[in-house]
């Protein structure tokens, strides 16, 4: 069994900064890739950020140049610092991790989410 839990949503005004953490643990020989999505009151999940194996990243235009994801691949934790903060950033953030278990699966995992709102 594999747990991915987020932390440090909150209220920021706009044009602040936040951090959010994203660690997975359980049953995990590896993992290949995390990354952020997010998804607002009627809205679609959408991918914010992702980072792979190797480190390369991937971004939403929506948020290039002003988040950065970061992964501690030895902690199997993702990062992503948001700055510069837009009222229409607030959302639901969720972490998604892809894993490999003992059993040769590999299974994307779900965070329960954590609540981002930007004040204007």
């Known amino acids: 069994q594999v747990q991915v839990v987020e932390s440090g949503g909150g209220l920021v005004q706009a044009g602040g900064s936040l951090r959010l953490s994203c660690a997975a643990s359980g049953r995990i020989l590896s993992i290949s890739a995390m990354g952020w999505h997010r998804q607002a009151p009627g809205n679609q999940r959408e991918l914010v950020a992702s980072?792979?194996?190797?480190?390369?990243?991937n971004y939403a235009d929506s948020v290039k140049g002003r988040f950065t994801i970061s992964r501690d691949r030895a902690k199997n934790t993702v990062y992503l610092q948001m700055s510069s903060l837009k009222p229409e950033d607030t959302a639901v953030y969720y972490c998604n991790t892809e894993a490999l278990t003992p059993s040769g699966d590999r299974y994307h995992y779900w965070g329960q989410g954590t609540q981002v709102t930007v004040a204007s």
């Open positions: 980072i792979a194996s190797g480190g390369i990243t």
